[in-house]
């Protein structure tokens, strides 16, 4: 996925993203409605979330909004762990 720079933000500001969003339980409203400010803020564009479970996450947030991807779950942080300590990186 490509990176998410200050160009690309300016140059489509205020259209319409869905922004398909995979936690391991059901955010209410109110986290949905933060999500979308948070997400309006950093894309400059109004942000619909498609919320979707999945308990295999374990916690935190899998996004993936305009062709970018934002993957902040326990899953990921743990699988990221597992191959420094193969790797054998003392730095973790």
Known sequence: MAELTADHIGRH???NVDAHVVS???LNKSQASTLEDVLFKK???RVKVLLSTDPSVIGGLYIEVDGFIIDRTIKKQLGDLRD?????????
């Open 13 to 15: 500001r205020y259209e």
């Open 43 to 45: 894309l400059n564009k």
């Open 84 to 92: 420094a300590v193969k790797k054998g990186d003392t730095a973790v």
């Open 24 to 26: 391991a339980m059901e």
